[in-house]
C-alpha cells in the first residue's frame, strides 16, 4: 500500500485490480504499456465512495472483458453469457475494486461509505488515479477520482 493512506498511486491501484480480479475470477491481467494495442472499452460502471476523500472508482471494459469476467465468475462458457450478465459482472466488479481503494485509502482507521454500483461512466473531478490492465487481450481500464471532503 501507498505510505500515505490518503494517496492511491497507478502502480497500487493496478495491484489491488489484478488482486481482485485473481482472487474472485480468475482472470489473469498485467499493466498494459501499449493501451492503444487493445480493443476499446464500451462497457462502463461505476460505484462512489465517501469518507475523510470522496470520489468514485470507474471501470472502462472492452465488452469481450466483461463477457470473460461474466463467464469466470459464472463458470459458463462466454458464448453462453448475455449482455446482462456482462453488465452484472462490471458492476460486481467495481464493487469488489471500489472496496480495496477505500481501504487503501482509509489505512487501519477506514472511515468510509460505498455506495451502490452502477452502470455509466462518472463525470468526476477532483485527482485522478488510472491505469489500464491488459486481461488476456482484453482492456479493462480502472479510474479513481477522488477529492479531500470539505
Known sequence: MSSDPTTLDQHTLARLVVDALERTAFVLADPCDEPDALPPADTYAQIDFSGPTTGCVELLASREFARNLA?????????????????EALRELANIVGGSVITALGGSDCRFSLGLPRLGRAHATGDDTAC???????????????ARAA
Open 71 to 87: 463467464a469466470s465468475i459464472l463458470g459458463a462458457d462466454a458464448s453462453e453469457i448475455t449482455d446482462i450478465q456482462c453488465e
Open 132 to 146: 489500464v490492465l491488459d486481461a488476456e487481450g482484453q482492456r479493462l481500464e480502472v479510474h479513481c477520482h477522488h
